[in-house]
Nanobody, 116 residues
Framework: QVQLVESGGSLVQPGGSLRLSCAAP????????MGWYRQAPGKQRALVAT???????NYEDSVKGRFTISRDNAENTVSLQMNSLKPEDTAVYYC??????????WGQGTQVTVTS
């Protein structure tokens, strides 16, 4: 079973920063998109940010200017730098990987809680 390894979730005060990281096993080839989704309590899972293997990034409107996605294609890793965190950013964050063959993989989720 393919497993994406996530790290970085934590509890942080409003205005704080966190960095999420995700590593996909090298057994996954031809990765096209890597990114992050999140699911808040009572809500559906939603896109936060994604990046193609060519470096094209896509962000959900509410995180633009605060979050920055980056990836290392050689290492199959993706990171999400989250600054100026708000209570509404509280959610379980899931790593997402999609290959050029349209295979999709999800991480197990990491909790981000923004509260004073």
């Amino acid at each position: 079973q393919v497993q994406l390894v996530e790290s970085g979730g934590s509890l942080v005060q409003p205005g704080g920063s966190l960095r999420l990281s995700c590593a996909a096993p090298k057994t996954i080839h031809s990765i096209y998109i890597m990114g992050w989704y999140r699911q808040a309590p009572g809500k559906q899972r939603a896109l936060v940010a994604t990046m193609t293997n060519g470096g094209s990034a896509n962000y959900e409107d509410s995180v633009k200017g605060r979050f920055t996605i980056s990836r290392d294609n050689a290492e199959n890793t993706v990171s999400l730098q989250m600054n100026s965190l708000k209570p509404e950013d509280t959610a379980v964050y899931y790593c997402y990987v999609e290959t050029g063959w349209s295979n999709v993989y999800w991480g197990q989720g990491t909790q981000v809680t923004v509260t004073s």
